[in-house]
Protein backbone atom coordinates (compact mmCIF):
# COMPACT_ATOMS: atom_id res chain seq x y z
CA UNK A 1 0.00 0.00 0.00
CA UNK A 2 1.58 3.49 -0.90
CA UNK A 3 2.23 5.85 1.74
CA UNK A 4 -0.74 8.00 2.87
CA UNK A 5 0.28 11.63 2.72
CA UNK A 6 -3.40 13.17 3.55
CA UNK A 7 -3.91 12.78 7.14
CA UNK A 8 -6.71 15.56 7.38
CA UNK A 9 -4.42 17.30 10.33
CA UNK A 10 -5.90 20.32 11.74
CA UNK A 11 -2.82 22.56 12.60
CA UNK A 12 -4.44 24.30 15.67
CA UNK A 13 -5.97 21.40 17.40
CA UNK A 14 -4.61 17.71 18.56
CA UNK A 15 -6.59 14.76 18.26
CA UNK A 16 -8.66 14.57 21.69
CA UNK A 17 -8.51 18.48 21.54
CA UNK A 18 -11.97 20.40 21.96
CA UNK A 19 -12.29 24.06 21.64
CA UNK A 20 -14.09 25.59 24.98
CA UNK A 21 -16.79 27.09 22.76
CA UNK A 22 -17.55 23.51 21.32
CA UNK A 23 -18.59 21.96 25.05
CA UNK A 24 -22.30 21.94 25.03
CA UNK A 25 -22.89 20.19 28.22
CA UNK A 26 -20.50 18.67 31.07
CA UNK A 27 -21.31 15.71 32.71
CA UNK A 28 -19.27 14.09 35.80
CA UNK A 29 -19.84 10.67 36.91
CA UNK A 30 -18.84 8.25 39.59
CA UNK A 31 -19.17 4.66 38.96
CA UNK A 32 -18.98 3.46 42.64
CA UNK A 33 -21.59 5.53 44.15
CA UNK A 34 -23.81 5.65 40.21
CA UNK A 35 -24.38 9.55 41.34
CA UNK A 36 -23.79 12.12 38.24
CA UNK A 37 -23.86 15.79 37.71
CA UNK A 38 -24.32 18.53 34.62
CA UNK A 39 -21.88 20.63 35.82
CA UNK A 40 -22.24 24.61 35.30
CA UNK A 41 -20.19 27.49 36.55
CA UNK A 42 -19.27 28.15 39.34
CA UNK A 43 -21.10 24.72 40.92
CA UNK A 44 -19.71 22.18 43.96
CA UNK A 45 -19.04 19.02 43.27
CA UNK A 46 -19.82 17.32 46.37
CA UNK A 47 -18.71 13.34 45.01
CA UNK A 48 -15.35 12.57 43.68
CA UNK A 49 -15.91 11.83 39.59
CA UNK A 50 -14.25 8.80 37.89
CA UNK A 51 -15.29 9.60 34.66
CA UNK A 52 -15.95 12.74 32.79
CA UNK A 53 -18.17 13.08 29.76
CA UNK A 54 -18.18 15.96 27.15
CA UNK A 55 -21.03 16.44 24.74
CA UNK A 56 -20.00 18.73 21.95
CA UNK A 57 -21.68 20.72 19.35
CA UNK A 58 -20.66 18.94 16.73
CA UNK A 59 -22.35 15.94 17.85
CA UNK A 60 -19.17 14.36 19.53
CA UNK A 61 -18.88 12.98 22.89
CA UNK A 62 -15.72 12.83 24.09
CA UNK A 63 -15.15 10.46 27.60
CA UNK A 64 -12.18 10.81 30.46
CA UNK A 65 -11.55 8.23 32.96
CA UNK A 66 -9.69 9.18 36.00
CA UNK A 67 -8.35 6.03 36.94
CA UNK A 68 -5.18 7.02 37.27
CA UNK A 69 -5.95 10.55 39.15
CA UNK A 70 -6.34 11.20 42.53
CA UNK A 71 -9.82 12.64 43.47
CA UNK A 72 -9.28 15.83 44.31
CA UNK A 73 -6.98 16.16 41.15
CA UNK A 74 -10.14 14.99 38.70
CA UNK A 75 -12.41 17.32 40.63
CA UNK A 76 -10.08 20.26 40.23
CA UNK A 77 -10.12 18.99 36.09
CA UNK A 78 -14.17 19.01 36.12
CA UNK A 79 -14.45 21.94 38.36
CA UNK A 80 -12.00 24.08 35.82
CA UNK A 81 -13.14 22.96 32.60
CA UNK A 82 -16.54 23.45 33.43
CA UNK A 83 -15.65 27.30 34.34
CA UNK A 84 -13.85 28.15 31.05
CA UNK A 85 -16.21 26.67 28.74
CA UNK A 86 -18.79 29.06 29.95
CA UNK A 87 -17.57 32.66 29.56
CA UNK A 88 -19.61 35.38 30.32
CA UNK A 89 -17.76 38.24 28.59
CA UNK A 90 -17.22 38.32 25.18
CA UNK A 91 -13.45 39.49 25.89
CA UNK A 92 -12.97 36.19 27.66
CA UNK A 93 -13.07 34.17 24.82
CA UNK A 94 -9.56 33.22 23.25
CA UNK A 95 -9.53 34.85 20.53
CA UNK A 96 -8.39 38.05 22.24
CA UNK A 97 -5.88 36.69 24.79
CA UNK A 98 -4.07 35.45 21.54
CA UNK A 99 -4.49 38.41 19.42
CA UNK A 100 -3.70 40.63 22.78
CA UNK A 101 -0.71 38.15 23.01
CA UNK A 102 0.26 38.54 19.32
CA UNK A 103 0.35 42.48 19.26
CA UNK A 104 2.93 42.36 22.07
CA UNK A 105 4.78 39.83 20.45
CA UNK A 106 4.53 40.56 16.38
CA UNK A 107 7.78 38.37 16.09
CA UNK A 108 5.50 35.75 17.37
CA UNK A 109 3.72 33.58 14.63
CA UNK A 110 1.45 30.27 14.26
CA UNK A 111 2.31 27.44 11.92
CA UNK A 112 4.72 30.19 10.60
CA UNK A 113 1.74 32.93 9.85
CA UNK A 114 1.56 36.23 10.50
CA UNK A 115 -2.19 35.79 12.28
CA UNK A 116 -2.23 39.81 11.87
CA UNK A 117 -2.13 39.40 8.19
CA UNK A 118 -6.15 40.46 7.32
CA UNK A 119 -6.96 36.90 7.12
CA UNK A 120 -7.77 37.21 3.28
CA UNK A 121 -6.72 33.75 1.78
CA UNK A 122 -5.83 33.23 -1.44
CA UNK A 123 -6.45 29.86 -4.11
CA UNK A 124 -3.86 28.18 -5.97
CA UNK A 125 -4.47 30.74 -8.91
CA UNK A 126 -3.53 33.46 -6.22
CA UNK A 127 -7.03 34.90 -5.92
CA UNK A 128 -8.39 36.50 -2.78
CA UNK A 129 -11.14 36.02 -0.66
CA UNK A 130 -12.51 39.88 -0.91
CA UNK A 131 -13.92 40.38 3.12
CA UNK A 132 -16.30 43.57 1.99
CA UNK A 133 -14.73 45.61 5.07
CA UNK A 134 -13.68 47.98 2.06
CA UNK A 135 -15.52 50.63 -0.18
CA UNK A 136 -13.35 48.91 -3.25
CA UNK A 137 -14.82 45.95 -2.32
CA UNK A 138 -18.31 46.20 -2.77
CA UNK A 139 -17.36 48.50 -5.68
CA UNK A 140 -15.96 45.71 -7.87
CA UNK A 141 -18.84 43.17 -6.43
CA UNK A 142 -21.09 45.66 -8.59
CA UNK A 143 -18.69 45.89 -11.64
CA UNK A 144 -19.10 41.71 -11.35
CA UNK A 145 -22.80 41.53 -11.63
CA UNK A 146 -23.31 44.31 -13.99
CA UNK A 147 -24.95 46.12 -11.74
CA UNK A 148 -24.74 49.70 -13.46
CA UNK A 149 -28.17 51.58 -11.49
CA UNK A 150 -26.61 50.77 -7.84
CA UNK A 151 -23.53 52.20 -6.41
CA UNK A 152 -21.63 51.90 -3.11
CA UNK A 153 -23.14 54.19 0.01
CA UNK A 154 -20.88 55.41 2.66
CA UNK A 155 -23.70 56.90 4.82
CA UNK A 156 -22.72 54.27 7.55
CA UNK A 157 -19.11 55.21 7.80
CA UNK A 158 -17.97 55.00 11.30
CA UNK A 159 -21.35 53.19 12.05
CA UNK A 160 -22.96 56.33 12.11
CA UNK A 161 -26.48 55.42 10.89
CA UNK A 162 -26.78 51.52 12.44
CA UNK A 163 -24.61 49.42 14.78
CA UNK A 164 -25.46 46.36 12.70
CA UNK A 165 -24.99 47.07 9.14
CA UNK A 166 -21.96 47.29 7.92
CA UNK A 167 -20.38 50.48 6.95
CA UNK A 168 -20.41 50.03 3.56
CA UNK A 169 -23.37 48.79 1.05
CA UNK A 170 -25.01 48.88 -2.13
CA UNK A 171 -28.07 50.79 -2.79
CA UNK A 172 -29.76 52.20 -5.82
CA UNK A 173 -28.59 55.22 -7.42
CA UNK A 174 -31.91 57.17 -7.34
CA UNK A 175 -31.57 57.17 -3.39
CA UNK A 176 -29.71 60.01 -2.10
CA UNK A 177 -27.72 59.56 1.06
CA UNK A 178 -29.95 62.44 2.82
CA UNK A 179 -33.01 60.15 1.94
CA UNK A 180 -31.18 56.95 3.41
CA UNK A 181 -30.79 58.79 6.65
CA UNK A 182 -34.53 59.69 6.80
CA UNK A 183 -35.91 56.49 6.05
CA UNK A 184 -32.99 54.36 8.37
CA UNK A 185 -35.29 55.83 11.27
CA UNK A 186 -38.27 53.66 10.44
CA UNK A 187 -36.47 50.15 10.15
CA UNK A 188 -36.37 47.68 12.87
CA UNK A 189 -32.29 48.62 14.02
CA UNK A 190 -32.69 51.04 11.07
CA UNK A 191 -31.46 48.67 9.21
CA UNK A 192 -32.30 50.31 5.71
CA UNK A 193 -32.02 48.03 2.22
CA UNK A 194 -28.87 46.37 1.12
CA UNK A 195 -28.34 44.98 -2.26
CA UNK A 196 -27.51 41.49 -2.21
CA UNK A 197 -26.58 40.48 -5.82
CA UNK A 198 -27.75 41.63 -9.60
CA UNK A 199 -28.66 39.24 -12.27
CA UNK A 200 -27.52 39.64 -15.81
CA UNK A 201 -31.29 40.70 -17.10
CA UNK A 202 -30.87 43.33 -14.93
CA UNK A 203 -33.11 42.19 -11.84
CA UNK A 204 -32.04 42.56 -8.20
CA UNK A 205 -32.12 40.58 -5.12
CA UNK A 206 -32.56 43.29 -2.01
CA UNK A 207 -32.88 42.88 1.99
CA UNK A 208 -34.66 44.76 4.19
CA UNK A 209 -35.79 44.24 7.47
CA UNK A 210 -39.40 45.61 8.78
CA UNK A 211 -40.70 49.00 8.86
CA UNK A 212 -41.54 49.72 12.36
CA UNK A 213 -43.41 52.94 11.86
CA UNK A 214 -47.13 51.36 10.92
CA UNK A 215 -47.88 55.11 9.67
CA UNK A 216 -45.24 55.02 7.32
CA UNK A 217 -44.66 51.81 6.29
CA UNK A 218 -47.21 52.27 2.78
CA UNK A 219 -45.06 55.48 1.86
CA UNK A 220 -41.69 54.41 2.46
CA UNK A 221 -42.43 50.89 1.01
CA UNK A 222 -43.41 52.62 -2.21
CA UNK A 223 -40.38 54.86 -2.12
CA UNK A 224 -37.96 51.88 -1.99
CA UNK A 225 -40.09 50.23 -4.51
CA UNK A 226 -39.80 52.96 -7.06
CA UNK A 227 -35.92 53.49 -6.10
CA UNK A 228 -35.51 49.72 -7.14
CA UNK A 229 -37.98 49.77 -10.02
CA UNK A 230 -35.84 52.30 -11.60
CA UNK A 231 -32.45 50.61 -11.00
CA UNK A 232 -34.10 47.62 -13.34
CA UNK A 233 -33.03 48.36 -17.03
CA UNK A 234 -36.75 47.34 -18.04
CA UNK A 235 -38.27 49.24 -15.02
CA UNK A 236 -39.46 45.40 -13.98
CA UNK A 237 -41.95 45.59 -10.89
CA UNK A 238 -40.57 44.78 -7.37
CA UNK A 239 -41.99 41.13 -5.45
CA UNK A 240 -41.74 41.09 -2.06
CA UNK A 241 -41.11 38.12 0.10
CA UNK A 242 -42.09 37.87 3.82
CA UNK A 243 -39.52 35.11 5.24
CA UNK A 244 -40.66 35.69 8.91
CA UNK A 245 -44.58 34.28 7.42
CA UNK A 246 -43.67 31.07 4.74
CA UNK A 247 -40.27 29.95 6.36
CA UNK A 248 -39.78 28.32 9.64
CA UNK A 249 -38.89 30.19 12.49
CA UNK A 250 -34.83 30.38 14.35
CA UNK A 251 -36.92 29.15 17.45
CA UNK A 252 -37.98 26.06 15.19
CA UNK A 253 -35.15 25.61 13.56
CA UNK A 254 -33.11 25.32 17.36
CA UNK A 255 -35.56 22.84 18.19
CA UNK A 256 -35.35 20.72 15.06
CA UNK A 257 -31.65 20.51 15.88
CA UNK A 258 -31.99 19.18 19.41
CA UNK A 259 -33.82 16.24 17.93
CA UNK A 260 -31.54 15.83 15.73
CA UNK A 261 -28.73 15.62 18.12
CA UNK A 262 -30.72 13.45 20.36
CA UNK A 263 -31.18 11.15 17.34
CA UNK A 264 -27.50 10.88 16.54
CA UNK A 265 -25.68 11.32 19.49
CA UNK A 266 -28.15 8.22 21.15
CA UNK A 267 -26.55 5.68 23.15
CA UNK A 268 -26.41 3.20 22.67
CA UNK A 269 -26.81 3.78 18.42
CA UNK A 270 -28.37 0.47 17.84
CA UNK A 271 -31.58 0.91 19.74
CA UNK A 272 -32.99 3.58 17.43
CA UNK A 273 -32.38 1.70 14.45
CA UNK A 274 -35.87 0.27 14.33
CA UNK A 275 -37.59 3.65 14.23
CA UNK A 276 -34.31 5.38 12.69
CA UNK A 277 -36.94 6.60 9.65
CA UNK A 278 -40.06 7.75 11.70
CA UNK A 279 -37.68 9.52 14.65
CA UNK A 280 -36.41 11.35 11.93
CA UNK A 281 -38.98 12.65 10.23
CA UNK A 282 -40.33 14.15 13.84
CA UNK A 283 -37.19 15.79 14.12
CA UNK A 284 -38.57 18.14 10.83
CA UNK A 285 -34.75 18.75 9.97
CA UNK A 286 -34.97 17.50 6.60
CA UNK A 287 -38.02 19.24 6.08
CA UNK A 288 -37.11 22.45 6.82
CA UNK A 289 -34.03 21.98 4.42
CA UNK A 290 -36.62 21.26 1.72
CA UNK A 291 -38.91 24.62 2.19
CA UNK A 292 -35.57 26.77 2.36
CA UNK A 293 -34.77 25.53 -0.86
CA UNK A 294 -38.04 25.34 -2.38
CA UNK A 295 -38.61 28.80 -1.39
CA UNK A 296 -35.02 29.75 -2.58
CA UNK A 297 -36.03 28.23 -5.98
CA UNK A 298 -39.24 30.26 -6.47
CA UNK A 299 -37.29 33.43 -6.09
CA UNK A 300 -34.93 32.07 -8.51
CA UNK A 301 -38.11 31.87 -10.92
CA UNK A 302 -39.21 35.55 -10.40
CA UNK A 303 -35.50 36.79 -11.05
CA UNK A 304 -34.45 34.11 -13.86
CA UNK A 305 -37.74 34.09 -15.65
CA UNK A 306 -39.75 36.67 -15.01
CA UNK A 307 -37.24 39.38 -14.66
CA UNK A 308 -38.36 41.15 -11.50
CA UNK A 309 -36.03 42.09 -9.23
CA UNK A 310 -37.10 40.78 -5.16
CA UNK A 311 -36.96 42.00 -1.76
CA UNK A 312 -36.35 39.53 0.86
CA UNK A 313 -37.90 40.60 4.03
CA UNK A 314 -37.64 39.35 7.73
CA UNK A 315 -37.82 40.87 10.95
CA UNK A 316 -34.38 42.46 11.20
CA UNK A 317 -33.10 41.11 8.20
CA UNK A 318 -30.13 39.31 9.38
CA UNK A 319 -31.03 35.69 9.87
CA UNK A 320 -33.60 34.08 7.61
CA UNK A 321 -32.41 36.56 4.73
CA UNK A 322 -28.92 35.58 5.05
CA UNK A 323 -29.66 31.86 4.46
CA UNK A 324 -32.02 32.56 1.39
CA UNK A 325 -30.20 35.31 -0.54
CA UNK A 326 -27.23 33.15 -0.27
CA UNK A 327 -29.13 30.01 -1.66
CA UNK A 328 -30.18 32.14 -4.28
CA UNK A 329 -27.08 33.07 -5.34
CA UNK A 330 -25.56 29.94 -5.43
CA UNK A 331 -28.44 28.26 -7.65
CA UNK A 332 -27.93 31.38 -9.95
CA UNK A 333 -24.40 32.33 -10.02
CA UNK A 334 -21.75 30.09 -10.69
CA UNK A 335 -18.82 32.29 -9.23
CA UNK A 336 -20.66 31.44 -5.56
CA UNK A 337 -20.06 27.66 -6.49
CA UNK A 338 -16.08 28.05 -6.42
CA UNK A 339 -14.30 27.88 -2.99
CA UNK A 340 -13.05 32.10 -3.58
CA UNK A 341 -16.65 32.91 -4.70
CA UNK A 342 -18.38 30.98 -1.82
CA UNK A 343 -16.29 32.44 0.52
CA UNK A 344 -16.61 35.60 -0.29
CA UNK A 345 -20.60 34.86 -0.27
CA UNK A 346 -20.29 34.35 3.49
CA UNK A 347 -18.46 37.98 4.19
CA UNK A 348 -21.20 39.13 2.23
CA UNK A 349 -24.49 37.67 3.29
CA UNK A 350 -23.19 36.63 6.89
CA UNK A 351 -20.46 38.36 8.01
CA UNK A 352 -20.88 42.01 6.82
CA UNK A 353 -24.29 41.77 7.22
CA UNK A 354 -24.68 41.15 10.82
CA UNK A 355 -25.49 37.56 10.80
CA UNK A 356 -25.02 36.74 14.99
CA UNK A 357 -22.56 34.25 15.25
CA UNK A 358 -22.06 35.10 18.74
CA UNK A 359 -25.49 34.52 19.79
CA UNK A 360 -26.67 32.14 17.57
CA UNK A 361 -23.40 29.82 17.49
CA UNK A 362 -24.33 30.42 21.49
CA UNK A 363 -20.23 30.78 22.42
CA UNK A 364 -21.39 32.80 25.49
CA UNK A 365 -24.00 30.46 26.34
CA UNK A 366 -27.04 32.13 26.25
CA UNK A 367 -29.22 29.46 25.13
CA UNK A 368 -32.37 31.33 24.42
CA UNK A 369 -30.78 32.94 21.44
CA UNK A 370 -28.90 29.80 19.97
CA UNK A 371 -30.03 28.84 16.34
CA UNK A 372 -27.82 26.63 14.11
CA UNK A 373 -28.95 29.17 10.38
CA UNK A 374 -25.24 28.62 9.46
CA UNK A 375 -25.28 24.72 10.05
CA UNK A 376 -28.32 24.88 8.27
CA UNK A 377 -27.37 26.74 5.04
CA UNK A 378 -24.31 24.74 4.65
CA UNK A 379 -26.71 21.54 5.17
CA UNK A 380 -28.74 23.46 2.08
CA UNK A 381 -25.70 23.89 -0.27
CA UNK A 382 -24.47 20.28 0.61
CA UNK A 383 -27.85 19.32 -1.17
CA UNK A 384 -27.06 21.05 -3.93
CA UNK A 385 -23.26 19.67 -3.91
CA UNK A 386 -24.74 16.13 -3.86
CA UNK A 387 -27.56 16.42 -6.41
CA UNK A 388 -24.75 18.16 -8.59
CA UNK A 389 -21.42 17.28 -8.08
CA UNK A 390 -20.19 18.64 -11.40
CA UNK A 391 -21.04 21.99 -10.50
CA UNK A 392 -19.14 22.54 -7.37
CA UNK A 393 -15.46 23.58 -7.02
CA UNK A 394 -15.87 22.82 -3.25
CA UNK A 395 -15.60 19.44 -1.51
CA UNK A 396 -18.35 18.03 0.98
CA UNK A 397 -15.42 17.57 3.40
CA UNK A 398 -14.42 21.50 2.86
CA UNK A 399 -18.33 22.15 3.71
CA UNK A 400 -17.62 20.30 7.13
CA UNK A 401 -14.74 21.65 7.59
CA UNK A 402 -16.27 24.84 7.71
CA UNK A 403 -18.73 24.08 9.96
CA UNK A 404 -16.16 22.85 12.34
CA UNK A 405 -14.07 26.40 12.22
CA UNK A 406 -17.24 28.31 13.16
CA UNK A 407 -16.90 26.48 16.75
CA UNK A 408 -12.91 27.23 16.97
CA UNK A 409 -12.97 30.58 19.11
CA UNK A 410 -9.96 32.24 17.23
CA UNK A 411 -11.65 33.46 14.25
CA UNK A 412 -12.90 36.98 13.86
CA UNK A 413 -14.99 35.46 11.22
CA UNK A 414 -17.65 34.01 13.08
CA UNK A 415 -16.87 34.88 16.69
CA UNK A 416 -18.87 38.78 16.68
CA UNK A 417 -23.07 39.80 15.47
CA UNK A 418 -21.61 42.43 13.73
CA UNK A 419 -18.37 44.63 12.24
CA UNK A 420 -19.59 47.30 14.88
CA UNK A 421 -19.02 45.08 17.74
CA UNK A 422 -15.71 43.72 16.47
CA UNK A 423 -14.40 47.11 16.08
CA UNK A 424 -16.03 48.47 19.54
CA UNK A 425 -15.26 44.77 21.57
CA UNK A 426 -11.09 44.89 20.20
CA UNK A 427 -10.87 48.69 20.67
CA UNK A 428 -11.65 48.04 24.58
CA UNK A 429 -9.60 45.39 24.86
CA UNK A 430 -6.49 47.11 23.60
CA UNK A 431 -7.25 50.06 25.97
CA UNK A 432 -7.71 47.94 28.73
CA UNK A 433 -4.15 45.95 27.33
CA UNK A 434 -2.37 48.97 26.94
CA UNK A 435 -2.10 48.07 22.86
CA UNK A 436 -1.20 50.57 20.56
CA UNK A 437 -3.91 50.19 17.55
CA UNK A 438 -2.60 53.41 15.78
CA UNK A 439 -5.07 53.80 11.98
CA UNK A 440 -6.21 50.19 12.57
CA UNK A 441 -10.09 50.25 13.56
CA UNK A 442 -9.73 47.41 16.37
CA UNK A 443 -7.74 44.50 16.55
CA UNK A 444 -7.06 42.38 13.82
CA UNK A 445 -8.52 38.71 14.21
CA UNK A 446 -7.04 36.05 12.46
CA UNK A 447 -9.54 35.22 9.09
CA UNK A 448 -10.81 31.82 8.98
CA UNK A 449 -10.41 31.68 4.91
CA UNK A 450 -6.41 31.86 5.87
CA UNK A 451 -6.63 28.07 5.39
CA UNK A 452 -2.94 27.84 6.46
CA UNK A 453 -3.54 28.41 9.99
CA UNK A 454 -5.10 25.00 10.27
CA UNK A 455 -4.34 22.55 7.34
CA UNK A 456 -0.80 22.17 5.33
CA UNK A 457 -1.03 22.80 1.54
CA UNK A 458 -1.64 18.88 1.16
CA UNK A 459 -4.43 18.60 3.45
CA UNK A 460 -5.97 21.49 1.64
CA UNK A 461 -6.23 19.86 -1.81
CA UNK A 462 -9.02 18.11 -0.21
CA UNK A 463 -10.89 20.86 -0.25
CA UNK A 464 -11.11 20.69 -4.33
CA UNK A 465 -13.93 19.05 -5.77
CA UNK A 466 -12.38 16.33 -8.15
CA UNK A 467 -15.74 15.75 -9.92
CA UNK A 468 -15.46 19.75 -10.85
CA UNK A 469 -15.75 20.40 -14.65
CA UNK A 470 -14.55 23.94 -15.27
CA UNK A 471 -13.39 26.95 -13.19
CA UNK A 472 -15.53 30.12 -15.04
CA UNK A 473 -14.74 32.58 -12.09
CA UNK A 474 -15.87 36.27 -13.22
CA UNK A 475 -13.71 38.87 -12.49
CA UNK A 476 -12.54 42.38 -13.53
CA UNK A 477 -9.72 42.26 -15.65
CA UNK A 478 -7.80 45.29 -17.46
CA UNK A 479 -10.49 47.73 -16.20
CA UNK A 480 -12.91 45.50 -18.31
CA UNK A 481 -16.22 43.62 -16.31
CA UNK A 482 -16.09 39.67 -17.09
CA UNK A 483 -20.29 38.61 -15.54
CA UNK A 484 -21.13 35.10 -15.93
CA UNK A 485 -22.87 34.23 -18.74
CA UNK A 486 -24.89 31.02 -19.60
CA UNK A 487 -22.67 28.55 -21.22
CA UNK A 488 -24.03 27.34 -24.47
CA UNK A 489 -21.74 24.27 -24.15
CA UNK A 490 -23.96 20.78 -22.59
CA UNK A 491 -21.31 19.77 -20.29
CA UNK A 492 -23.07 16.77 -19.09
CA UNK A 493 -23.41 15.61 -22.41
CA UNK A 494 -19.59 15.22 -22.71
CA UNK A 495 -20.09 12.82 -19.47
CA UNK A 496 -20.65 9.32 -20.21
CA UNK A 497 -22.75 7.59 -17.74
CA UNK A 498 -23.78 10.38 -15.86
CA UNK A 499 -25.23 9.99 -12.48
CA UNK A 500 -29.36 10.81 -11.96
CA UNK A 501 -28.32 13.33 -9.61
CA UNK A 502 -26.13 15.11 -12.61
CA UNK A 503 -29.36 14.11 -15.13
CA UNK A 504 -32.47 16.62 -15.43
CA UNK A 505 -35.76 14.62 -14.91
CA UNK A 506 -39.08 15.47 -15.32
CA UNK A 507 -40.28 16.66 -11.79
CA UNK A 508 -43.85 15.77 -10.22
CA UNK A 509 -46.29 17.87 -9.13
CA UNK A 510 -46.13 17.07 -5.66
CA UNK A 511 -42.09 17.52 -5.83
CA UNK A 512 -42.17 20.93 -6.99
CA UNK A 513 -44.86 23.97 -6.78
CA UNK A 514 -46.98 25.45 -6.03
CA UNK A 515 -47.98 25.57 -2.61
CA UNK A 516 -50.52 28.33 -2.92
CA UNK A 517 -49.84 32.05 -2.42
CA UNK A 518 -46.63 30.99 -1.12
CA UNK A 519 -43.84 32.93 -2.60
CA UNK A 520 -45.07 36.58 -2.99
CA UNK A 521 -46.67 39.34 -1.10
CA UNK A 522 -48.25 42.53 -2.46
CA UNK A 523 -46.41 44.99 -2.50
CA UNK A 524 -48.21 47.63 -4.00
CA UNK A 525 -52.06 48.05 -4.14
CA UNK A 526 -51.99 47.72 -7.67
CA UNK A 527 -49.61 44.94 -7.92
CA UNK A 528 -50.61 41.32 -9.48
CA UNK A 529 -51.36 38.59 -6.37
CA UNK A 530 -50.21 34.69 -7.57
CA UNK A 531 -53.04 33.66 -9.92
CA UNK A 532 -53.73 30.54 -11.50
CA UNK A 533 -51.86 31.16 -14.38
CA UNK A 534 -48.81 31.92 -13.30
CA UNK A 535 -48.64 29.25 -10.69
CA UNK A 536 -49.10 27.28 -13.89
CA UNK A 537 -46.47 29.22 -15.64
CA UNK A 538 -44.14 28.90 -12.50
CA UNK A 539 -45.14 25.01 -12.85
CA UNK A 540 -44.57 25.13 -16.52
CA UNK A 541 -40.63 26.46 -15.87
CA UNK A 542 -39.22 23.78 -13.61
CA UNK A 543 -40.98 21.54 -15.87
CA UNK A 544 -39.21 22.77 -18.81
CA UNK A 545 -35.92 23.40 -16.83
CA UNK A 546 -35.73 19.77 -15.21
CA UNK A 547 -36.58 18.22 -18.78
CA UNK A 548 -33.50 19.96 -20.21
CA UNK A 549 -29.78 18.66 -19.64
CA UNK A 550 -27.99 20.68 -16.96
CA UNK A 551 -26.01 23.33 -17.89
CA UNK A 552 -23.30 23.36 -15.09
CA UNK A 553 -22.06 27.14 -15.59
CA UNK A 554 -25.89 28.06 -15.39
CA UNK A 555 -28.52 28.10 -12.81
CA UNK A 556 -28.93 24.79 -10.98
CA UNK A 557 -32.48 23.83 -9.04
CA UNK A 558 -32.87 21.43 -6.52
CA UNK A 559 -34.50 18.05 -6.49
CA UNK A 560 -37.01 18.26 -3.92
CA UNK A 561 -38.70 14.57 -3.83
CA UNK A 562 -38.38 12.30 -0.03
CA UNK A 563 -35.63 10.75 -1.82
CA UNK A 564 -33.64 13.65 -3.24
CA UNK A 565 -33.21 15.27 -0.10
CA UNK A 566 -31.00 13.38 2.02
CA UNK A 567 -28.80 13.20 5.92
CA UNK A 568 -25.10 14.97 5.77
CA UNK A 569 -24.17 11.97 7.03
CA UNK A 570 -20.68 12.91 7.29
CA UNK A 571 -21.07 15.95 9.43
CA UNK A 572 -23.05 14.09 12.00
CA UNK A 573 -22.55 10.27 11.64
CA UNK A 574 -18.66 11.30 11.62
CA UNK A 575 -18.66 10.54 15.49
CA UNK A 576 -20.75 7.03 15.32
CA UNK A 577 -18.91 3.98 14.32
CA UNK A 578 -21.69 1.75 14.46
CA UNK A 579 -23.35 4.49 11.44
CA UNK A 580 -19.93 4.12 9.59
CA UNK A 581 -18.09 0.96 9.35
CA UNK A 582 -20.96 -1.41 7.35
CA UNK A 583 -19.67 -1.90 4.55
CA UNK A 584 -16.86 0.03 4.92
CA UNK A 585 -18.29 3.56 5.40
CA UNK A 586 -16.84 6.79 5.66
CA UNK A 587 -13.71 5.76 7.28
CA UNK A 588 -12.89 3.91 4.53
CA UNK A 589 -14.14 5.74 1.62
CA UNK A 590 -12.13 8.97 3.40
CA UNK A 591 -8.75 6.79 3.00
CA UNK A 592 -9.63 5.83 -0.45
CA UNK A 593 -9.80 9.72 -1.24
CA UNK A 594 -6.70 10.26 0.33
CA UNK A 595 -4.79 7.64 -1.72
CA UNK A 596 -6.12 8.59 -4.51
CA UNK A 597 -5.17 12.46 -3.64
CA UNK A 598 -1.39 11.04 -3.11
CA UNK A 599 -1.88 9.45 -6.80
CA UNK A 600 -3.05 12.70 -8.07
CA UNK A 601 -0.68 14.43 -6.17
CA UNK A 602 1.98 12.36 -8.08
CA UNK A 603 0.75 12.28 -11.30
CA UNK A 604 0.79 16.05 -11.01
CA UNK A 605 4.48 16.26 -10.25
CA UNK A 606 5.43 13.81 -13.05
CA UNK A 607 3.55 15.69 -15.74
CA UNK A 608 5.20 18.99 -14.08
CA UNK A 609 8.67 17.02 -14.42
CA UNK A 610 7.79 15.70 -17.97
CA UNK A 611 6.80 19.48 -19.19
CA UNK A 612 10.49 20.60 -18.23
CA UNK A 613 12.23 18.17 -19.64
CA UNK A 614 10.74 18.64 -23.29
CA UNK A 615 11.20 22.57 -22.65
CA UNK A 616 14.83 21.72 -22.25
CA UNK A 617 14.77 19.80 -25.02
CA UNK A 618 13.42 22.06 -27.69
CA UNK A 619 15.69 24.62 -25.56
CA UNK A 620 18.85 22.30 -26.67
CA UNK A 621 17.78 21.03 -30.29
CA UNK A 622 17.03 24.65 -31.33
Not at 92 to 100: M, N, Q, T
Not at 406 to 419: D, Y
Request: proline share 5%; charged share 25%.
Amino acid sequence: MPLQKFHYKNLLLGEHDVPLTCIEQIVTVNDTKRKQKVLGPNQKLKFNPTELIIYCKDFRIVRFRFDEAGPESAKKVCLAIAHYSQPTDLQLLFAFEYVGEMYHNPAKKVNTIDPRGGGSSSNASGQQTPLFETYSDWDREIKRTGASEWRVCSVNEGYMISTCLPEYFVVPSSLADQDLKLYSYSFIGRRMPLWSWNHPNGSALVRMANIKDVLQQRRIDQRICNAITRSHPQRSDVYKSDLDKYLPSIQEIQAAHIKLKQLCVNEPFEETEEKWLSSLENTHWLEYIRSFLKHSAELVYMMECKHVSVVLQEEEGRDLSCLSASLIQVMLDPYFRTIVGFQSLIQKEWVMAGYQFLDRCNHLKRSDKESPLFLMFLDCVWQLLEQYPAAFEFSEMYLTILYDSARISLFGTFLFNCPHQRVKESTEFAISKNIQLGDEKGLRFPCVWDWSLQFTSRDRLLFHNPLYIGKSAPCVQNGAVKSFKRSKKNYSSTLRGVPPALKNGIISEQEFFPRRNSLILKLKPDFLQQTESQSNSMEQYFRDWFAKPVDLHGVILPHLSGTQIKLWKLCYFRWVPEAQINHGGFITAFHKVSLLADEVDMLNRNLRQYKSNSSLQDTASS
